[in-house]
């Protein structure tokens, strides 16, 4: 695996939010986290060979129709997060390695606008935890 400077991915699937993925039976929501996988290497198949292994900084853009309260939006990062370390692309989703995790939401107009994007770079100004 190569390790790169910054790295963007992209999906047309639209996350749960956190109040949904907490009230998801478990099997439920490992099917979802398997959909969103498959979709992501189906979507950006050249990233799956990036990996990054010093502290990062992550910036996650949710697409929705609705705008959502803040906990929820940034909770939708939760599967994102998980697929992100179960495809080697950061070694953990902790604090120690997700220095910076900066969650926004982006109003679209239509259902087929809707989705998420992820950018992950170096966080090498950001100071350690």
Not at 109 to 123: D, T, V
Request: hydrophobic share 45%.
């Amino acid at each position: 695996m190569m390790e790169t400077s910054s790295l963007l991915i992209y999906g047309k699937l639209l996350p749960p939010g956190i109040n949904t993925l907490l009230r998801m039976h478990w099997a439920v929501r490992k099917k979802k986290q398997k959909e969103f996988q498959q979709h992501i290497v189906e979507q950006c198949p050249e990233y799956i060979q990036f990996a990054y292994t010093e502290p990062v900084k992550v910036v996650y853009t949710r697409k929705s129709i609705r705008m959502m309260d803040w906990d929820n939006a940034a909770g939708s990062f939760k599967l994102l997060g998980d697929i992100l370390v179960e495809l080697g692309i950061i070694p953990d989703d902790n604090p120690k390695i997700i220095r910076e995790f900066i969650p926004l939401q982006e109003k679209v107009s239509k259902r087929i606008e809707q989705g998420f994007k992820i950018f992950i770079c170096a966080a090498l100004a950001v100071p350690e935890v």
